[in-house]
Nanobody, 120 residues
Framework: QVQVVESGGGLVQAGGSLRLSCAASGRIFSIEDMAWYRQAPGKQRELVARIRDTGSSTYADSVKGRFTISRDNAKNTGYLQMNSLKPEDTAVYYC??????????????WGQGTQVTVSS
């Protein structure tokens, strides 16, 4: 079994910063992709950023230049540094790890979600 636990959400004023963390534990052979999604009330869940095991990353246009995704493979942990936050960034943020438990088996594991609220 693999567990994924998020932390770091909260309330911040517009222009402020937050750092989210997403730690995986359990039966892990390797972690391929680490990704962050968000879902605002009444909206669909959207991909915010993704980082591959090669280190390459992609971002949604709405967060480019403000958010930075990173990972620490030794700790099986992903991070999302969010700067210059805007009220429209308010959402529940979810992380997803694509985990291999052996060379043949791979699956996606989601965190429980963490609320980020940006006040104007």
């Amino acid at each position: 079994q693999v567990q994924v636990v998020e932390s770091g959400g909260g309330l911040v004023q517009a222009g402020g910063s937050l750092r989210l963390s997403c730690a995986a534990s359990g039966r892990i052979f390797s972690i391929e992709d680490m990704a962050w999604y968000r879902q605002a009330p009444g909206k669909q869940r959207e991909l915010v950023a993704r980082i591959r095991d090669t280190g390459s990353s992609t971002y949604a246009d709405s967060v480019k230049g403000r958010f930075t995704i990173s990972r620490d493979n030794a700790k099986n942990t992903g991070y999302l540094q969010m700067n210059s936050l805007k009220p429209e960034d308010t959402a529940v943020y979810y992380c997803k790890h694509t985990v291999r438990i052996n060379v043949l088996l791979r699956d996606d594991y989601w965190g429980q979600g963490t609320q980020v609220t940006v006040s104007s």
